[in-house]
Nanobody
Framework: QVHLVESGGGLVQAGGSLKLSCVVSGRFSRINAMGWYRRAPGPQRELVADLKRDGTTKYADSVKGRFTISRSGPDNTVDLQINDLKTEDTGVYYC???????????????WGQGTQVTVSS
């Protein structure tokens, strides 16, 4: 089983900054990709930022230049640095990973519980 624990959400004024972190633990042979998703008020969840094993990143157009995804240190931690927050950034942010099973090598996706980010005007 793989577990993801997110932290760093909160209430911030527009223009402010936050750093979200996600620690991945459990049994797996490797992490193929790590990412952050966001669900604004409503049912849809959108990709915010993605970091592949080879270091390539992808960002939603709405966050380019303001959000930075990175993997920190030797731990299986993925951070999302959020700068110049806008009210439309409000939502629940979820961490997700694509890992290879330690026995079969098959890829599986796992999700965190989510952390709320609220941006006030």
């Amino acid at each position: 089983q793989v577990h993801l624990v997110e932290s760093g959400g909160g209430l911030v004024q527009a223009g402010g900054s936050l750093k979200l972190s996600c620690v991945v633990s459990g049994r797996f042979s490797r992490i193929n990709a790590m990412g952050w998703y966001r669900r604004a008020p409503g049912p849809q969840r959108e990709l915010v930022a993605d970091l592949k094993r080879d270091g390539t990143t992808k960002y939603a157009d709405s966050v380019k230049g303001r959000f930075t995804i990175s993997r920190s240190g030797p731990d299986n931690t993925v951070d999302l640095q959020i700068n110049d927050l806008k009210t439309e950034d409000t939502g629940v942010y979820y961490c997700a990973v694509d890992v290879a099973d330690y026995k079969t090598g098959l890829a599986h996706d796992y999700w965190g519980q989510g952390t709320q980010v609220t941006v006030s005007s």
